[in-house]
């Protein structure tokens, strides 16, 4: 199975609503990854989870709240966005600080912020 | 820091015709990765190289990978309407730290007119 799910795959909130995305893999990878895109732009980085510890915070404002409840499951709760935070979010997940860190992405959850 | 940069930024060509996008990083890579994103999808891993002069082939694509290890090219033979997307270089973020970043190149959007 080299598949990472990712719900839901729309989500149109308000700038004071909590809403969370959530992340799936059972790829047995240790590395679990936040990227976010705008469109006709790379994915951004903006946490990493190495062994459900967070080892990379790319100085993403609070609003964003990651959580890793285990090796499979990664969380992106969200709270008080922007209009600006409306992008394409993607999780992906890789075996951490190995040679080979290929990188499996989930089709991505596209944020509207309204 | 670090920086990936590829060009042509966008590329439009003919069914048949050939296409190549140049991959270039301001430091020395472990290794490179290419990802292949479609209109609308998210990135999927294409290859991964890692020795000085590496060549891999894949069907209709060539990849290859610089000998100071610091550029990559991608070369599509004959494009076809299913090679439409953006191709994105990537690499990990530097040979002393550990894997878990990756950095990603801004991305070549090609466009096959058939």
């Known amino acids: 199975d080299t598949e990472v799910t990712q719900t839901p795959k729309h989500l149109v909130m308000g700038m004071t609503n909590k809403k969370s995305l959530k992340c799936e893999q059972h790829m047995g990878h240790r590395a679990m990854y936040w990227y976010k895109q705008k469109a006709k732009k790379p994915p951004e980085l903006m946490f990493v989870?190495?062994?459900?510890?967070?080892?990379i915070n790319e100085s993403v404002p609070s609003r964003f709240s990651p959580e890793c409840p285990n090796s499979s499951l990664l969380n992106l709760h969200l709270h008080a966005l922007q209009p600006e935070d409306s992008a394409l979010y993607l999780c992906?997940?890789?075996?951490?600080?190995?040679?080979?860190?290929?990188?499996?992405f989930g089709p991505g959850t596209r944020l509207t912020v309204l | 820091g670090q920086q990936v940069m590829q060009i042509p930024q966008y590329q439009h060509v003919q069914e048949g015709e050939d296409f190549t996008t140049y991959c270039n990083s301001s430091?020395?890579?472990?290794?490179i990765q290419w990802y292949k994103q479609r209109p609308g999808g998210h990135p999927v891993f294409l290859i991964q190289?890692?020795?000085?002069?590496e060549v891999k082939k894949q069907k209709r694509l060539t990849f290859q990978f610089g000998e100071a290890k610091k550029n990559s090219s991608l070369h599509i033979t004959a494009t076809q309407t299913t090679d439409v997307g953006t191709y994105f270089c990537?690499?990990?973020?530097?040979?002393?730290?550990?894997?878990?970043?990756?950095?990603f190149g801004p991305g070549t959007s090609l466009s096959v007119i058939p």
């Open positions: 989870y190495s062994y459900e510890k967070l080892s």
């Open positions: 992906a997940s890789s075996q951490p600080a190995a040679s080979t860190d290929t990188q499996y």
């Open positions: 190289l890692v020795k000085s002069g």
């Open positions: 990537a690499g990990p973020e530097s040979l002393e730290t550990s894997y878990d970043k990756v950095i």
């Open positions: 430091t020395t890579l472990s290794n």
